[in-house]
């Protein structure tokens, strides 16, 4: 992360750390800076390596040569037929419009989704027949155990304890406590009712 | 506060919203918060819907939502909320995003438990958001998923087995559900120590940014560890890994906290006590500065180097003294010139009884 926190003090005229580079279209890293004039002005500009806006800029809607190094596959106009959403728009970070588009545009998400670091690592390989989604299904009430939430408190406490942080600690051990009497009676009705 | 006719309640409404922070005595993990997104599948995503379409979302979606809910909810249709009531939404439930562009076909449920607010229309049809002052995840996340349910009942939710639940952002697809963990570390970012701790210890599966959604600020000591993926882990990976590594840095403050203790750390005193000259004699103050220097006065009475308040007070504080939560004590009467004056007049009285002991 680097030192993100470097120069932060609490008067607003301290020098507060730029914002991490970023394409301007994509939000995506920065491979690229370049200075552009814009009618009398100046602009400077950041564009990621997969930008469509940048290849149009550099080679025009004109089919991809060898070499060139910046795919031009984005400006094929593959469309969501349900919405509308195009390729270009989901290349550059746009929202996506439907459901539809994450049939449409499968082929391109996966690796949408490995350019924003915003799937595991060990996922950006998996065959297109892959589950990518591990978490919970439509309709299923998953619900965190009882024991479970016990475990996780009673861990939380030790550490609590083992660094003195005693106002914390009580906080804990009267979340355990609420915990095992509410198991308690749940228990106390179950051999009532048996 | 608004003098348009129909504006005043959901205005008194959002006013009246019960806070949690009111009783906040936390000194490290002020608060964390859930969010569940959520679209209907047979509806485009709300950016391809016009407002008669996103209308029609609020009637069906809304008024079943309003019917499971058990905790006196009330539906406010963004067009009847000014700006700061939007602003005030934002604050008290520590979000990033701004209400501003959200008009006629948008709505937000609120309820008497001033910790649930339920989104409609805004980037997905539906986004359930818990925030809490407790230092972990379990209830809310029971709580979300029991309203989630009830309401699948009803809807299909866009779902693929692939991505999972569908959301208009694809880098929410997945569980499209968000785990965060709000820290106040002033020990371990003044001394420059949380750098080495985000280098060695951050791991993939969270991140760590400022309370405005920016890595690079950090306003008023608070990191906000959040999870990196909802696509390819669990619900439980994800509130595990942010609880975990939350209570790591927690620790670290801590443990730094007893070791100053002992071994006083003059740069540190001396930020405490420029913190208290601010929040004490400045003539206006601006809302960053405030909160920064919040941040350095509540270190400093854990240290016991200040006296006269409460952690509590402090964190009331804390939340008053941003824009919208100021101007609804002066209800809207305040110029937007005279905001930084009455901000710091404000603090003056809190802290009237404060005092420096170092």
Redesign the interface.
């Known amino acids: 992360m680097g030192n993100m926190f470097e120069g932060l003090g609490m008067y607003p005229d301290e020098k507060m750390p730029e914002r991490p580079l970023e394409c301007g279209e994509c939000k995506k890293h920065i491979a690229f800076q370049y200075t552009e004039m814009v009618g009398s002005a100046v602009v400077q500009n950041c564009m990621c390596s997969e930008c469509p806006v940048l290849a149009r800029k550099l080679y025009g809607d004109r089919p991809n040569e060898p070499g060139e190094g910046i795919s031009l596959e984005g400006s094929t106009e593959l469309m969501c037929g349900n919405c509308g959403t195009t390729l270009e728009a989901v290349r550059v970070g746009s929202a996506l419009g439907c459901s539809v588009c994450y049939e449409v545009f499968e082929d391109i998400l996966l690796s949408e989704l490995a350019s924003m670091g915003k799937i595991p690592t060990r996922l950006v390989m998996t065959k297109k027949s892959q589950l990518l989604h591990q978490g919970r299904v439509r309709g299923e009430a998953v619900e965190i155990s009882p024991s479970m939430r016990l475990l996780a408190l009673n861990e939380a406490l030790s550490e609590m304890l083992k660094v003195e942080d005693y106002e914390q600690a009580a906080r804990l051990r009267d979340q355990i406590k609420t915990l095992t009497d509410q198991q308690e009676q749940q228990e106390d009705l179950r051999k009532e009712e048996l | 506060m608004n003098n348009n006719d129909g504006k005043d309640i959901p205005s008194r409404a959002v006013a009246c919203l019960k806070s949690p922070w009111n009783d906040c005595?936390n000194?490290i993990?002020l608060a964390s918060a859930l969010r569940l997104h959520r679209?209907i599948?047979k509806?485009?995503?709300p950016?391809?819907l016009d407002a008669e379409r996103k209308k029609q979302i609020i009637a069906l979606v809304g008024t079943e939502y309003l019917k499971q809910s058990s905790t006196s909810p009330l539906m406010l249709k963004a067009e009847d909320l000014s700006f700061l009531d939007r602003e005030y939404l934002v604050e008290h439930f520590l979000l990033i995003e701004s209400f501003n562009q959200m008009g006629i076909g948008n709505a937000f449920v609120i309820d008497d438990t001033g910790e649930s607010l339920t989104l409609f229309n805004s980037?997905d049809h539906i986004a359930f958001i818990k925030v809490s002052t407790q230092?972990?995840f379990?209830v809310s996340?029971?709580e979300l998923?029991?309203e989630e349910?009830q309401l699948?009942?009803k809807f299909?939710?866009?779902?693929?087995?692939?991505?999972?639940?569908?959301?208009?952002?694809?880098?929410n697809?997945?569980?499209a559900?968000g785990a965060s963990a709000y820290l106040q570390l002033p020990a371990l970012?003044h001394t420059?120590k949380?750098?080495t701790l985000?280098?060695t210890e951050?791991e993939?599966?969270v991140m760590?940014t400022g309370i405005q959604g920016?890595?690079?600020?950090?306003v008023g000591d608070i990191l906000v560890v959040q999870n990196?993926?909802?696509?390819?882990?669990?619900?439980?990976?994800i509130?595990?890994a942010v609880?975990s590594f939350a209570?790591r840095l927690?620790?670290e403050e801590?443990?730094l906290r007893?070791s100053m203790k002992t071994s006083p750390n003059p740069l540190l005193m001396d930020?405490v006590s420029?913190?208290f000259a601010?929040l004490c004699h400045s003539y206006q103050i601006?809302a960053?500065?405030a909160l920064?220097?919040f941040s350095?006065l509540k270190l400093g009475l854990d240290m016991g180097w200040v006296q006269g308040c409460s952690v509590a007070e402090l964190n009331r504080l804390f939340f008053n003294c941003r824009r919208a939560h100021l101007l609804y004590q002066f209800e809207g009467k305040t110029l937007q010139e005279e905001i930084p004056h009455k901000r710091a007049e404000f603090i003056h009285k809190a802290l009237k009884k404060v005092s420096l002991l170092i």
């Open positions: 005595h000194t993990w679209n599948e509806f485009k995503f950016s391809k980037e230092p972990e379990d996340w029971s998923i029991k349910v699948g009942k299909n939710f866009a779902f693929s087995s692939r991505f999972g639940f569908l959301t208009s952002d694809l880098s697809c997945g569980t559900f970012i420059e949380i750098n985000l280098e951050l993939d599966n760590v920016n890595p690079s600020e950090v990196n993926y909802t696509l390819g882990v669990t619900e439980e990976n509130c595990s609880r209570t927690q620790n801590t443990s007893q930020r420029r913190a601010v601006e960053v500065e920064n220097a350095l």
